[in-house]
Nanobody, 119 residues
Framework: QVQLMESGGGSVQAGGSLRLSCAASRITSDMGWFRQAAGEQREWVSS???????YYADYVKGRFIISRDNAKNTLYLQMNSLKPEDTAMYYC????????????????WGQGTQVTVSS
């Protein structure tokens, strides 16, 4: 079992920044961020492997940066140039798979942290 706990969400104005953190009980091969807006399906945001390779969804590429500190068992998501359409609950996820980019490839999930971006 892997326990995950997100933090760092909040309310910001468009153009602002937030940094999400996810504390994990143990490190896994791939870790990722997903988000779910009200009334919408959960969507993948970004993933990172143990060696640091990263993947981003097109709608956050160039604005968000995913990183991980394996010594601290912590995953991060630096979100810059935030837009109102980034408003969602953000979830941290972990898997022992490699190159995982879809929700069904992730076995472990946090409870989520809310991000609200106002215009």
């Amino acid at each position: 079992q892997v326990q995950l706990m997100e933090s760092g969400g909040g309310s910001v104005q468009a153009g602002g920044s937030l940094r999400l953190s996810c504390a994990a009980s143990r490190i896994t091969s791939d870790m990722g961020w997903f988000r779910q807006a009200a009334g919408e399906q959960r969507e993948w945001v970004s993933s990172i492997g143990t060696t640091g390779y990263t993947y981003y969804a097109d709608y956050v590429k160039g604005r968000f940066i995913i990183s991980r500190d394996n010594a601290k068992n912590t995953l991060y998501l630096q979100m810059n140039s935030l837009k109102p359409e980034d408003t969602a609950m953000y979830y941290c996820a972990a898997t022992y798979r490699i190159g995982a980019q879809s929700a069904d490839e992730y076995s472990y999930w946090g409870q989520g942290t809310q991000v609200t971006v106002s215009s």
